[in-house]
């Protein structure tokens, strides 16, 4: 799916993560499992750090230290997951391993939502 286009929800989405977990570029990172679901969203690992509840974390921002448990973020990073009903309206602006970051138009509300709910808007 292409990143800064414009996506229709295609049906609902619905966090299981109330408390995302957030952090900013450097941040030391405990890396726990790596998610192996039915859904194909490959190269998640579940992410603690000092004083927040765990998160899915893409590998592509996490530099490994010598110990394969700890890391450090290459870049500013939220596991917010944003609350999709079918029909809304939203602008794809980064996509990772099955999901992809976008912007909700009604609301410019934004978090991750999984790629297999989009649909590229095609215009007339």
């Excluded at 996506?7 to 408390?19: F, K, L, S």
């Excluded at 590998?59 to 290459?74: C, E, F």
Aim: net charge negative; hydrophobic share 35%.
């Amino acid at each position: 799916m292409k990143k800064n286009m414009k996506y229709i929800a295609t049906g609902q989405h619905r966090t299981g993560y109330p408390e995302p977990i957030s952090f900013a570029k450097g941040t030391l990172l405990s890396v726990g499992e790596k998610y192996e679901g039915p859904e194909g969203w490959d190269n998640w690992y579940f992410c603690t750090t000092l004083g927040q509840p765990g998160g899915w974390v893409p590998a592509q921002i996490i530099n490994r230290t010598g110990d394969a448990h700890n890391g450090i973020a290459l870049e500013d990073y939220t596991a917010r997951e944003l609350e999709v009903n079918e029909g809304d309206l939203m602008i794809g602006l980064r996509s990772m391993n099955g999901w992809m970051w976008c912007s909700r138009l009604s609301d410019d509300c934004s978090g991750w939502v999984p790629l297999e709910l989009l649909e590229i808007v095609i215009k007339d």
